[in-house]
Each structure stands twice: as C-alpha cells, then as structure tokens.
C-alpha cells in the first residue's frame, strides 16, 4: 500500500517532533488513571503471583502456580513474567509497583513501534507521525495494556507491531536479507512467549500482507524461514511444558478464549474505538476506509476486517493499529501544505501556519479530554482497588486462618473488570471460591462452571446473606467467610457501595457474625 510520494515532504526531525507530540499526549492519557490509585489497575492478581512464584524459584519455571490454591499448572507464556521479575529484583520494586511501571512502559512504546511501521507502509514520515498520534489517543490501544495484566499482553502487542515492520520491510525488499528473516523469526517467537493472543495477530497480519509482496515466491521462502526461527525460539519453553503437564492445560486455554460473534456486530456498528465523545479518529479512519477502496488500496481495509474474523474478543485492540493507519491515509489525502515541509523546523511551521497549528493542538487537548471522559465510565477497566479495600485485604490475610474458604460478594457483571475477585487471593493467600482467573487452565468443564459460579455469587449482591450459604450449598464449596467491599469498585461514577444487603443482613443465618467492618470491607464469618 502506497500514498503519493509528493506527499511524504515531511522532515525526519519533523516527523520525530510528532512522534514525541504522540508520546506526551498518549502519555498524559495512560498516566492520568493511574493517578486515582496507588495499585495497579484492574487485573493483575494471578500474574503477580506467577512473578512472585517465578522469583522464588530462582527463575526456574515452577510447574504450577501458588494463586487461590488451586494447582494451577504454571503454562503460561512467561516472557512477560521474567521481564517483571528481573525488573523487581534489579530496581528493587514491589511486585505490585513493577504491574504498574512495566506495562506502562509497554503501551508507550508501542507509539514509536507503530510510526515505524505506519512509516513503512504508507512509505511516508507524514504517514507514520499522524498513525502514532492517532493509536497515542485510541483508548483501546492502551485500554487492557496499561492494567495489571498488561505486563504481558502491552509486551506481546509491542513486539507484535516490531515484527509487523520487519516482516512489511521483508516484503518489499528485492535484496535476499536473509538475516532480516531470522530477526523476524526471533520476534516472533518472543511474541508468542508473551502472549498467545498477540502470536495469532501477528500471523495472521503477515498472511494478509503477504499478496502485496514485491515477490510473493521469494517473500514465502523468507517467512517460512522465519516461522521456522520462531518456532525453535517457542519451542525452547513449550517443549519442556508439554513434557511435564501435557498439551491439555494449553488446549483448555485456547478453546477457553475462544470469542463469539459480538465482537463482530460491534466492528459493523463502528462502537469498538472507545472514545464515547468526540470520535473523529474512527469518523476519519472510515473516510481512510472509503479512500482506500476507491484507490482500490485494499491492504488496510483487508487487514483491519481479518483481525476481527479470527478473534474478535482481542480484536478490539489489535484492530488499532490498521484503524490508526487508515486516519493518517484519510489525512495524507488533505492538501499537503499543512505538514511541515523538508528543511523545514517545527517551530518555523508553527509560525508560517498559526491558525492550523492553533486546530491542530485544540484537536488535540479535546482527544485527551475525551480519552479521560471515557476512562471514567463504570465499564472502564481503568479502575484499581484504593486503599481502604487493600487494607481489608490485608487484615483478612493477617486474621482468618489459612485454611479459609471466601465467598467474595462484589456485584460484578464481568469476571474480567472484577478487581477485588482476582487480587483477594494474591494478597490474603486465602482461596476465594469464586473467583475466575487461572481455571482456563483446569479443563473446559471446570472453566464452564467456575464461570456460571461466579455469575451466581454476585446475584447475591442484591440479596440477603442466605443467598450466599445457599451458593455455597448448591456448588458444594466450604465456604468459611463472606468478603464484602465497600467504596467505589468502577470508579466515581459507580455505586459506593456494591453490596448493602448482604452486609445488613448477617442476623438471617444463625451463628454468622461480622468480624471485621471497616472502611474498605465487611468480613463475616460463617457458621
């Protein structure tokens, strides 16, 4: 895919100025949520606890994993876990504060990642710097990636969209870089061996660009060369894992994130970006979109479509990066006077072209503002425990016995956005009953059932006490306490209180009492 070369007048120092124009507003966008707490943000509990399990073992891979005493086999990809273990043990940081630095430094340095492929691609530094800009103020380029579990899905995304540029480069070389291959291969492995999901967007982005080769023979030779590379590097890890556990814990994960068709519905009715006001990047991304076809350009329109058949559910954040792409072809088509010109500084553009300078920045400023509009929604993931909540945590883990069993009663809709649920064990070292993470790796059936569990559980929100010694009953758990949260769990917008009948309601089950009540929980101790 190409843009008219007269456009591409851009100065590299002017086109780095925009990349770093890219990195502070995407910066002040992934920073500013970080900021209503001092935890990580969402999710991040059974990863935190794989790193810790990783640490004490002294970087050897455990065969299973301490989290919710369950015996989780220890198969996931752990690229991401020894990145944050030597971060924790050479800086010396918390486990928890290396969940909030790490994936940080992930997400925002997939902004230049992404200028060097667009740059590539589009064969244009204008191109790229306005992709960087556009992917910096996408919220669902940094939505799932700057939380907690991001320290391995923002690590395989970013080495995803490296390998993107090599293999696009690779495709357009005549010259037989066979070394260039065997780089590809080797980001390729690593991106496996830090996220699966960012593996098969890899792949599949490759198999989309491959009809656009300068020669298509040729360029095969040099992928199948790399996918060999890749392997051998995937293989160093998955070889001794199959050894020891089988190939069933794997195959549990991957039926278990399978995605339906939602995702899908979602790409047709354009509500996928995120940004609830103010949507002029996917507005322009459609006029990228309608370009395109005219030019019969069909690379980007192909590509963006073909993340989404093949997994829908990881979609919403891969799809940003042909999105971004499509905005700076749409943008690439307005007349060129507005970019700055070769030989020319940034500043000496600013001052010939005030009243678009002055545009440009108020485009901007409102992006970010409603990039943080958008992360306050109750549906954000960009929420974390405060802490009050983390010193109930605390307090359970110091006064219940070690063999407790807890209902942990939150009212969530979503297992996935249910911060208390996941972190509750990583730091009582207490079995929470219902909590999902870790059983996708423990069988389809038992995935299955955990999953209905947990819906059932936080039914119980709304109910009284009873209700949850009848969950109990009916899935056959010991329950020996019910944790019960207070404050905001969705941000300021949400309830500041999930659960109140539960709470109030302890005199219904005989012998129940309320051991703890402070200002971040309710713990009640079950007959």
């Not at 891979?61 to 020894?82: A, K, R």
């Amino acid at each position: 895919m190409t843009t008219d070369p007269d456009l591409d007048d851009t100065d590299s120092v002017a086109a780095w100025f925009g990349v770093g124009l890219a990195l502070f507003a995407g910066g002040i966008v992934r920073i500013l949520p970080m900021l209503s707490t001092d935890f990580p943000l969402n999710d991040g509990g059974l990863f935190g606890t794989m790193i810790q399990d990783l640490v004490d073992s002294h970087f050897r891979l455990p065969v299973s994993t301490t989290y919710n005493g369950l015996d989780i086999p220890f198969t996931y990809p752990p690229l991401g876990f020894y990145v944050a273990g030597i971060g924790h043990q050479v800086f010396g940081l918390q486990i928890t504060e290396t969940l909030r630095a790490v994936p940080l430094l992930f997400s925002l340095a997939a902004i230049p990642a992404v200028y060097w492929l667009a740059s590539g691609m589009l064969r244009s530094r204008s191109g790229g710097m306005l992709a960087a800009l556009a992917f910096a103020l996408l919220p669902r380029s940094y939505l799932v990636l700057i939380t907690g579990g991001g320290v391995t899905r923002g690590l395989g995304f970013l080495l995803a969209i490296i390998a993107l540029g090599l293999a696009w480069r690779l495709m357009q070389d005549r010259q037989p870089r066979w070394w260039a291959a065997g780089v590809l291969g080797l980001d390729g492995g690593l991106t496996a061996l830090a996220h699966p999901q960012a593996a098969v967007f890899l792949a599949t982005s490759i198999l989309v660009f491959l009809p656009w080769a300068v020669d298509v023979r040729v360029s095969a030779g040099r992928l199948a060369f790399s996918a060999l590379v890749g392997v051998a590097v995937l293989a160093a890890w998955l070889i001794p894992v199959i050894g020891t556990h089988g190939v069933e814990p794997l195959m549990s994960a991957i039926q278990s994130g399978q995605s339906g068709p939602e995702g899908l519905a979602q790409l047709v009715s354009l509500r996928f970006a995120e940004l609830v006001v103010f949507d002029v990047i996917t507005i322009a991304a459609l006029i990228g979109t309608i370009l395109a076809f005219r030019r019969r350009a069909f690379t980007l329109p192909i590509w963006l479509v073909a993340i989404w058949v093949v997994d829908s559910r990881a979609g919403f954040t891969f799809a940003m990066v042909p999105l971004a792409l499509l905005t700076a072809y749409a943008l690439l088509s307005l007349t060129p006077s507005w970019l700055p010109a070769a030989g020319s500084s940034p500043l000496s553009h600013v001052r010939k072209h005030p009243a678009g300078t002055a545009v440009m920045v108020a485009v901007l400023s409102a992006l970010v503002l409603a990039n943080f509009y958008s992360g306050l929604r109750t549906s954000s993931p960009l929420h974390g425990l405060d802490p009050d909540q983390q010193s109930a945590l605390v307090w359970a883990f110091d006064n219940t016995p070690d063999e407790a069993v807890f209902a942990v009663v939150t009212g969530g809709t979503f297992w996935e956005d249910d911060a208390v649920s996941e972190w509750f064990p990583a730091l009582t070292d207490r079995r929470s009953a219902a909590t999902v993470q870790g059983y996708e790796w423990l069988g389809l059936e038992a995935w299955h059932r955990q999953q209905a569990a947990y819906d059932e559980l936080q039914g119980c929100a709304r109910d009284v006490l009873p209700c949850v010694v009848a969950w109990a009953e009916k899935y056959e758990l010991p329950v020996t306490h019910v944790f019960v949260p207070k404050g905001y769990l969705h941000g300021p917008n949400g309830a500041l209180d999930c659960c109140p009948a539960p709470r109030h309601s302890v005199e219904l089950v005989p012998g129940a009492r309320a051991i703890y009540d402070g200002p971040g929980a309710t713990v009640i101790e079950l007959p």
